[in-house]
């Protein structure tokens, strides 16, 4: 009498016959891909793990608690957000850049980077640094109208 194979080895069976990829495609799922430009996606998640990482503070052994791990996250978050000063809002902090401050903190140091560069001709071979407060901040910014085709709305998709 031949053996016959049950639904869930002919499975495993059709699974090894085609990559697992494909069989899920054909199936309807997609796997999941690094999408840049999305707001939950990997670049703000590393950008924020590494400046974690490097800070001084950084713990080197597990918290005791979960009340000292809330205790640390809420130091690290308060300095991030009214002490460390980003580089993509012009070395501010976003404390600064919500509240306006920014604009004139940067105006400010417009003037005096370009009174130095006045006084200091020969340490300035290019133009000053730009302090204009960008209005819109990305880590990685969306492509232009132009970029855009069917084909790359279907990889979207």
């Known amino acids: 009498m031949p053996i016959t194979a049950t639904p869930s080895r002919r ?3 059709e699974l090894r016959a085609a990559t697992l990829e494909s069989r899920l495609e054909e199936l309807g799922d997609l796997r999941s891909f690094s999408r840049p430009r999305v707001s939950n996606d990997n670049p703000y998640s590393e950008s924020l793990f590494r400046t974690i990482k490097y ?6 052994r597990p918290f005791r608690s979960q009340e000292e791990a809330c ?13 460390h000063r980003h580089s993509s809002i012009r070395f501010v902090t976003p ?3 919500h509240s306006g401050q920014a604009v004139e903190l940067c105006r400010h ?3 005096v ?3 130095a560069s006045q006084r200091h001709l020969c340490r300035w071979s290019r133009s000053t640094r730009c302090w204009i407060q960008p209005e819109v901040v990305w880590i990685n910014p969306p492509p232009s109208e132009n970029d855009i085709t069917p084909a790359r709305l279907m990889m979207v998709a």
């Open 11 to 13: 499975l495993l069976a």
């Open 55 to 60: 800070r001084p503070d950084y713990p080197r």
């Open 71 to 83: 205790r640390w996250a809420c130091a690290f978050v308060d300095w991030n957000s009214h002490r």
């Open 95 to 97: 404390d600064q850049h």
């Open 109 to 111: 140091r417009a003037l």
């Open 113 to 115: 980077y370009e009174q």
